[in-house]
């Protein structure tokens, strides 16, 4: 990890994509959740007494917050927060408070709020909103020729919606990211849409139907860790092979482009009848890319390179689309392997 001048380590940008404990655990042990003049090195005395009492490790600054509106929100019945989430929520409040005040931020204060609010409470924001349909260029406040961010969902919110669906809604941001290589604008678009579930993926199908562009993929994170319930309305365990494909929101998932990876972040996909992940949805999805056009992988990350010897996932981005990088671990028996040193597929 990049440190800065003054020896702190940091990323650009934290997105998270909803305040699920799976998608935030661990953030107030690593991560500095202040103004950058509270930051305290690891050896110093105050730092000593810090809560955690885990101190060996400078903590990350993390330059740009990417939030969903959910900032704005009070806990409900459908809408609980773990420790974590409720730390990413005061110190993305500060963030935007410092936006009010100031009209401007700088490194360690910045945020961009991913999606309007009801009630128009998102409305004095303009400079630090990204509205659906918008695109982001760059990251932390400085515009960049090599990233450009498409802003999926969530969608604003309906009155006339009930609370269940209210609460999908707004489960989660989705984003198409869009990075250049090589003079080659769009050599990887990756799909990534956190843990939404079915309804969305029609709605967005319904939003994108005459121009899908804002769908395709070179490499996507499969929704809700391989769950049924991105692809389907039916119950996986109550029915069996009788469930039925929602068309819209396979088809929503399903513009994969000529070697496309899908990716699914999950425990071991098992024929069990666990979900997430379910085997019949990573059916689905291998499907998806094991027709002619794509020729592309699915890949499931608790069993790369293999089971039981996890490493992480990493990919290049080349001029012909991503790639995926050996893995140090033996892949000897990994099952992954004809990604592995392939040549670059070029995009028309
Ligand atoms: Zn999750």
Wanted: aromatic share 6%; charged share 30%; proline share 5%.
């Amino acid at each position: 990890m990049k440190s800065d001048s003054e020896g702190r380590p940091y990323v650009d940008v934290f997105l998270l994509s909803h305040p699920d404990q799976d998608h935030c655990r661990g953030l107030q042990k690593h991560f500095h959740l202040a103004p950058l003049s509270e930051y305290k090195k690891p050896e110093s005395e105050d730092a000593e007494e810090d809560r955690d009492g885990d101190e060996t490790e400078p903590k990350i600054v993390i330059r740009e917050m990417w939030s969903s509106p959910m900032v704005f929100r009070r806990a409900s019945k459908l809408h609980t927060l773990c420790d974590d989430a409720k730390a990413w929520n005061t110190e993305a409040r500060r963030r935007v408070k410092h936006f009010r005040d100031n009209e401007s931020a700088e490194d360690g204060d910045r945020i961009l709020v991913l999606g309007e609010d009801e009630n128009g409470k998102t409305d004095d924001l303009e400079d630090i909103l990204v509205k659906v349909g918008g695109l982001i260029t760059g990251t932390n406040g400085k515009s960049e020729a090599t990233l450009s961010t498409l802003l999926l969902a969530p969608n604003p919110v309906g009155d006339e919606e009930d609370e269940e669906l209210r609460a999908k809604n707004q489960s989660s941001v989705i984003m198409q990211f869009s990075i250049a290589c090589g003079g080659v604008p769009d050599a990887c678009l990756f799909l990534t849409g956190g843990d939404a579930e079915v309804e969305i993926w029609e709605r967005i199908w319904a939003a994108h139907k005459q121009n899908p562009s804002g769908l395709k993929y070179d490499l996507m994170l499969t929704p809700h860790h391989c769950s049924w319930h991105s692809l389907s309305h039916d119950s996986w365990s109550d029915l069996g092979e009788d469930v039925k494909v929602s068309k819209d929101a396979r088809k929503a998932l399903g513009q994969a482009r000529e070697g496309a990876f899908v990716i699914a972040s999950s425990k071991v996909i098992s024929d069990e009848d666990s979900d997430p992940p379910c085997a019949r949805a990573a059916r689905e999805y291998r499907a998806i890319v094991n027709v002619k056009e794509v020729k592309g992988e699915f890949l499931n990350t608790a069993s790369h390179p293999a089971v039981g010897k996890v490493a992480p996932m990493v990919f290049d981005i080349t001029v012909g689309g991503p790639m995926l990088r050996k893995s140090k671990v033996s892949a000897a028996s990994s099952g992954s392997g004809s990604a592995i040193g392939r040549q670059p597929l070029m995009h028309g």
